[in-house]
């Protein structure tokens, strides 16, 4: 959808604590580059690097396209990021579903991230119990540890209309993992398997990001976000041990939203990391 220039300086306005409303998927694709080379820029400035768990599903493309782009690319020091990938679908990496096949078509070809910095889930390895083992070992030799899990700086999520978010779907007993860090359940209801993070470890993040657009997931992110359900979903179930859970969501999506009051239009941090140009 092309980036009409009203878009660019449009405002997301915060319609309940952490849920951004942009206007459409671009905005909300605009909205999270800044907000990852914002966090980029906090982790580098802190710890020297920047770890990042990418989403896969087909909302996050027009983000990464953005962060290619001239206008973000130069923002974030990427020789210091290092990429995983919150769930991955048993296919190679050359294949249309692959999450690593899209972030790297879309992004990581156009930006100087080192290759020993990406770090791919091999869920199409016939042994895939090893490859998730494999994931973790990879996992413990980059990421912090912090109460017995790695701790992302950031980790980016998309919701399905079912309330899944990775590859952790509802009634699954993968829900009440409490120690492993990698699974690799089969989905009934698409008859595949996956390699997604854990609960827990997704929960030990800095920061969680969910990317929500389109109108057929309104009743869904209004249970989300509002539902008091005793089976509540796996993107309602999930909730930051220490860090902040942010919803950057387009008016469709948040159709079905009561503002708990209008809390602001948040203006983006003007600063060393937000693109000239860009508010
Ligand atoms: C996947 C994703 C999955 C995705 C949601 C939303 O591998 O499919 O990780 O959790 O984020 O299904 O997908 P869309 O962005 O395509 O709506």
Not at 146 to 164: E, K, Q, S, Y
């Amino acid at each position: 959808m092309a980036d009409s220039g009203a878009n660019r300086n449009r405002l997301p306005r915060e319609i309940l604590p952490g849920v951004l409303v942009c206007s459409d998927p671009t905005e909300v694709a605009r909205t999270a580059a800044r907000r990852f080379v914002d966090y980029a820029w906090q982790a580098i400035a802190r710890h020297g690097r920047f770890h990042v768990a990418l989403s896969g599903g087909s909302t996050p493309l027009e983000m990464y396209r953005l962060l290619a782009s001239n206008e973000f690319r130069l923002q974030v020091d990427w020789p210091r990021v290092h990429v995983f990938w919150s769930d991955e679908r048993a296919v190679p990496p050359d294949h249309p579903d692959s999450n690593y096949g899209m972030a790297r078509r879309e992004l990581l070809l156009h930006v100087p991230i080192p290759p020993g910095n990406v770090h791919r889930m091999e869920a199409d390895d016939p042994r895939i119990g090893r490859a998730a083992h494999n994931y973790e070992a990879a996992m413990r030799r980059v990421l912090q540890v912090d109460g017995g899990f790695p701790a992302f700086h950031l980790v980016l999520l998309g919701m399905g209309a079912d309330g899944h978010t990775a590859s952790l779907f509802p009634g699954s007993s993968l829900l009440r993992e409490t120690s492993r860090w990698v699974s690799t359940p089969i989905i009934l209801k698409l008859g595949a398997r996956r390699m997604t993070l854990t609960l827990p470890v997704i929960e030990a993040a800095e920061r969680v990001l969910f990317l929500v657009t389109g109108s057929e997931k309104a009743a869904t992110l209004r249970e989300v976000l509002c539902g008091k359900s005793e089976c509540p979903l796996p993107a309602q179930m999930l909730k930051p041990r220490h860090g902040e859970r942010i919803f950057v969501v387009d008016e469709a999506a948040a159709a079905l939203l009561e503002p708990a009051t209008e809390l602001s239009s948040t203006p983006e941090k003007p600063g060393p990391s937000t693109p000239r140009g860009s508010l």
